[in-house]
């Protein structure tokens, strides 16, 4: 079976480092999509949705492509923390997640250009945080800058110093589960090893 292209229908440089690393050819395109948090769906609903509608934004622009859409959320108590829109707001996050076990969940939609063939998937975290003061707070803050990240954290890095502990795939926790990946891939009758040039 022939190999098609692939496309990363993504904004993140934590994916595009993810699937660098695992030796997989790709390109980078950037979606012109606004991320939905529909108030009746759960957090699994939300992360497939907004991954789907990544990856469909970029359907009619590809021919013998595969195009990855992924999406990636904080979910803690029944509320889902999003990307921090100053440093009070990531100040606040942080404090909520202090001590506290929360779910990453990120979802996984491809679509085959070619057929519109859509398969999707998603992946669930447990992360717990040491419990941080407000000084280590503001600090990792002014490190980190956590801008563009769901929950205003990232595990790598710095991050070592606030996770004390994860159930799960740590690369979801970055936002690009890769076994979660592979396994829809398979469902196109290739796997990711496929594609490795290491």
Request: with cysteine.
């Amino acid at each position: 079976m022939t190999k098609k292209n692939i496309i990363l229908a993504s904004r993140s440089p934590r994916r595009r480092e993810i699937l660098q690393s695992l030796g997989v050819p790709f390109i980078v395109v950037h979606p012109d999509v606004e991320e939905l948090h529909p108030p009746d769906s759960g957090p699994d609903e939300i992360v497939m949705l907004n991954a789907e509608k990544k990856a469909q934004d970029l359907l009619k622009r590809c021919k013998n492509t595969y195009i990855i859409g992924s999406d990636t959320i904080v979910y803690f108590n029944g509320e889902i923390l999003t990307k921090p829109l100053n440093f009070d707001q990531a100040k606040e996050f942080l404090l909520k997640l202090s001590g506290n076990t929360h779910t990453v969940y990120s979802g996984i939609a491809v679509y085959d250009s070619d057929t519109k063939q859509l398969e999707k998937a998603y992946c669930t975290t447990e992360v717990t945080f040491r419990k941080l003061d407000e000084h280590q707070i503001q600090r990792y803050i002014e490190l980190i800058h956590p801008y563009d990240k769901a929950g205003a954290y990232a595990i790598q890095g710095c991050g070592a110093l606030i996770v004390e502990r994860i159930d799960g795939c740590f690369y979801n926790v970055m936002g690009l589960p890769v076994i979660t990946l592979d396994t829809v891939f398979l469902r196109f009758g290739h796997s990711l090893f496929d594609y490795v040039t290491f």
